[in-house]
Every structure is written in C-alpha cells, then in structure tokens.
C-alpha cells in the first residue's frame, strides 16, 4: 500500500488530533492493507512506543511476520529538538524483518524531524509531527496530503553521536528530512565494538542471578541503541527467566540519552517506580526483576 492511498484511511484522525494537541505532539498510527485494521494514537515530548505483537505493546499487530516486540518510537523533548520542530527515532528492535521506507530503501533505524512513512509486511505505519500540519486542515484528501511537507532522504551509517546528523535545512518548513541510520545492537556487536576508555561515554553494568557483565559504552553505540533482555540478539546473559526476552533499550535522541521499556511482561524500575521511557542524565541503577537489575554511569 502507497502512503498516500494509506493516507486516505486516517486523515479525519489527523485532522482531529491537529486540532486538539500541541505542535510538539507525534500523531502515530497502523493501517493494514487488507482493510481490517486502523490503530492511532498520539505521542506527547519525551514519550515512546512499541510496535509488535506482544499484549503489552502500545500498537499489537496480529501477524506471524511480526515480532513480539518488533519497533520502539521515541519523540525528543523540545529541549533536544532544533527550529521548534520535533524530532522522531524510530529503531527495529535487530528483528531482521524487512521494514521499507516511502522512497522504497530498506531500513533498520531512521531519524526524522517531519512525517515518515513505513511499511512492514501488509502494514502501513505513519508518524506524522502536528506542527507541520496546517493549523486548519484541508477539507480534501488530496489538498491535506499536498499540505506535507515535502521529504529529504538521507542516509548516515556512519559513527557519531547522532546531533548533527541533519542538514541545516531541516528549519524549511516546506522540507523535512528523513535519515537512515545503524540498526540497534545487542551483545556480539556490543562485545566487537567496545569503546576505548578514551571514547568511552558511560558504563553499563548488567548483573543477573549467577553473572555479572560490565561494558564501556561509545557513542555510537548509544547512536544504535542497546538492547537488553535474555534474547540472543540482547545483552543480558544471566538475566533471570522473569526478564523479558527483549527488555529494555537505551539509546541517544537529540543528544539525549534515555531508557525506553520495550513492552516487557513485568516492567522496568528506577526504585519501586515504573517507567516506559525515563532520561538517564546521571548514574542509575533500573530494576528488570526482582533480582536482575542494571547500573548506567555516564563518564562525565
């Protein structure tokens, strides 16, 4: 299904989520090709979600191509975004299902500052920022379709730590950009790759029932994001059975460095709190059970 046919199924959304929240919000939401389905919401600053096909995630997609827990979406607070405008990431949680962009590349990670389309499977997945929408939204479908802003596609696999990875035209609001990125990791990239102490920008210990692990962290390991969790694909050996197989993930947006829980089966803790995604700007200690836990400590 093409984006703009898509478009057709969800646009009086749109229109009604631009009329009742915020620039800074990201309206997020699900088309299934085979017309059954049309799952919306919309995500406030500093907020995430889990695409999959988990009951804990925020959209569930009833398909045996579909990961349990498949896609995690962050929106960076206005704090870390640029121009007033706001700053979406989107991460494949390393599924190695084929998800393609509107401009038909495949990608694992991207990161855009206006609306990106993307398709997995028999499904359409929209993320559409309100502030680039028309304060009054077009009666017709095509003319709301036309009021987009018009996508750049770029691609940036190289390291960095992700702040400056788009154009300075990013501030047009007639052309937002849509930017490729690494995919997330898990263990074996972590373990081939570990920082230098001289690179090194945090530390992460992760300390199960029976073993205890400790990594220097770089920062393009916090560009991909880290997975956590007992899956081959994540760090977490020794993790306790009550952990989820994908966990956790901590990652960097707008320069910023965050835990977001991946739609785990019991949650993840700061204390006796819960959170779904919390900001990790100093040392931290987060809970993933009742006796697996991990400890963040930023070098500087």
Same mark, same amino acid.
């Given at each position: 299904?093409?984006?703009?046919? #898509?478009?057709?199924?969800? &646009?009086?959304?749109?229109?009604?989520?631009?009329?009742?929240?915020?620039?800074?919000? &990201?309206?997020?939401? !699900?088309?299934?090709?085979? =017309?059954? $389905?049309?799952?919306?919401? @919309?995500?406030?600053?500093?907020?995430?979600?889990?695409?999959?096909? %988990?009951?804990?995630? +925020?959209?569930?997609? %009833?398909?045996?191509? &579909? #990961?349990?827990?498949?896609?995690?979406?962050?929106?960076?607070?206005?704090?870390?975004?640029?121009?007033? /405008?706001?700053?979406?990431?989107?991460?494949?949680?390393?599924?190695?299902?084929?998800?393609?962009?509107?401009?038909?590349?495949?990608?694992? #990670?991207?990161?855009? +500052?206006?609306?990106?389309?993307?398709?997995? =499977?028999?499904? %359409?997945?929209?993320?559409?920022?309100?502030?680039?929408?028309?304060?009054?939204?077009?009666?017709?479908?095509?003319?709301?379709?036309?009021?987009?802003?018009?996508?750049?596609?770029?691609?940036?696999?190289?390291?960095?730590?992700?702040?400056?990875?788009?154009?300075?035209?990013?501030?047009?609001?007639?052309?937002?950009?849509?930017?490729?990125?690494?995919?997330?990791?898990?263990?074996? $990239?972590?373990?081939?790759?570990?920082?230098?102490? &001289?690179?090194?920008?945090?530390?992460? @210990?992760?300390?199960?029932?029976?073993?205890?692990?400790?990594?220097?962290?770089?920062?393009?390991?916090?560009?991909?994001?880290?997975?956590?969790?007992?899956?081959?694909?994540? @760090?977490?050996?020794?993790?306790? #059975?009550?952990?989820?197989?994908?966990?956790?993930?901590?990652? *960097?947006? =707008?320069?910023?460095?965050?835990?977001?829980?991946?739609?785990?089966?019991?949650?993840?803790?700061?204390?006796?709190?819960?959170?779904? *995604?919390?900001?990790?700007? =100093?040392?931290?200690?987060?809970? !993933?059970?009742?006796?697996?836990?991990?400890?963040?400590?930023?070098? /500087?």
């Amino acid at each position: 299904m093409s984006a703009p046919i #898509a478009f057709l199924r969800y &646009v009086r959304e749109l229109a009604t989520a631009r009329a009742e929240h915020s620039d800074q919000h &990201v309206f997020l939401t !699900l088309v299934d090709s085979g =017309g059954e $389905a049309n799952r919306s919401m @919309v995500l406030a600053p500093g907020e995430s979600a889990i695409v999959g096909r %988990h009951k804990k995630c +925020d959209i569930k997609l %009833h398909h045996g191509n &579909v #990961a349990l827990r498949h896609l995690a979406v962050h929106i960076a607070r206005p704090s870390q975004s640029a121009g007033n /405008r706001a700053l979406l990431r989107v991460w494949d949680l390393h599924t190695g299902k084929t998800l393609t962009c509107e401009d038909g590349t495949e990608v694992e #990670a991207l990161e855009a +500052d206006g609306p990106v389309f993307l398709s997995l =499977g028999r499904y %359409h997945l929209a993320m559409i920022p309100l502030g680039q929408l028309p304060e009054s939204m077009p009666l017709s479908t095509k003319d709301a379709w036309a009021s987009l802003p018009q996508r750049e596609f770029l691609s940036s696999l190289a390291h960095g730590t992700g702040t400056a990875l788009l154009p300075e035209r990013r501030f047009d609001m007639n052309t937002s950009s849509v930017t490729r990125m690494p995919s997330s990791i898990g263990l074996q $990239a972590l373990e081939s790759s570990q920082a230098d102490p &001289v690179d090194t920008v945090a530390t992460l @210990v992760v300390q199960g029932t029976d073993k205890r692990r400790e990594f220097n962290i770089g920062a393009h390991h916090l560009e991909r994001g880290i997975l956590i969790g007992r899956y081959r694909r994540c @760090v977490g050996s020794g993790l306790d #059975a009550t952990v989820s197989r994908v966990h956790l993930m901590i990652a *960097t947006i =707008g320069g910023k460095t965050v835990a977001i829980d991946t739609a785990s089966t019991i949650g993840s803790r700061l204390g006796s709190e819960r959170f779904q *995604t919390t900001c990790l700007s =100093g040392p931290k200690k987060v809970w !993933l059970s009742q006796y697996s836990y991990l400890v963040w400590r930023p070098s /500087r």
